[in-house]
């Protein structure tokens, strides 16, 4: 199962090798909410892992990015004791507007445009044969 959040990253740390064949890379978002009038602010870590520790690369810290991420969870036991730990698995980042709306917009369609080459010679038309 999937989840997204938005915050604003606040924390990029370096890629760690872990083993010969695996590698991760943590990051902070920052989230705060309003509750009943209360602002609640949260700091969230993430890990990314493998091919995926590039994703943070193109954002700085500040921006505020949505994150979409898996819960993961291991069970292990040592010197008789079971342990367990969550993670966040990172798999994407998108960066996202100031006022929290997505990166994409809507054209601008009083934008001046880049002339069309349409390769119709003297008389504008196409050589297209329907």
Partial sequence: MSFEITG???????????????KTREFVIEKSDDINGRIITNYIKFQAVQDRTAIVDR????????????IRGTRWEKDGKVNYI?????????????????GDRMPDYNAPQAPSFNGGGATGGDDLPF
């Fill in 86 to 102: 969550t993670n966040l698995d990172a798999w994407r980042m998108e960066a996202m507007m100031q006022d929290g709306s997505g």
């Fill in 59 to 70: 954002f700085n810290e500040g921006e505020t990015v949505k994150v979409y991420f898996n």
């Fill in 8 to 22: 604003k990253l606040v924390v990029k740390y370096n890629t760690m090798q872990r083993s010969e064949t695996f």
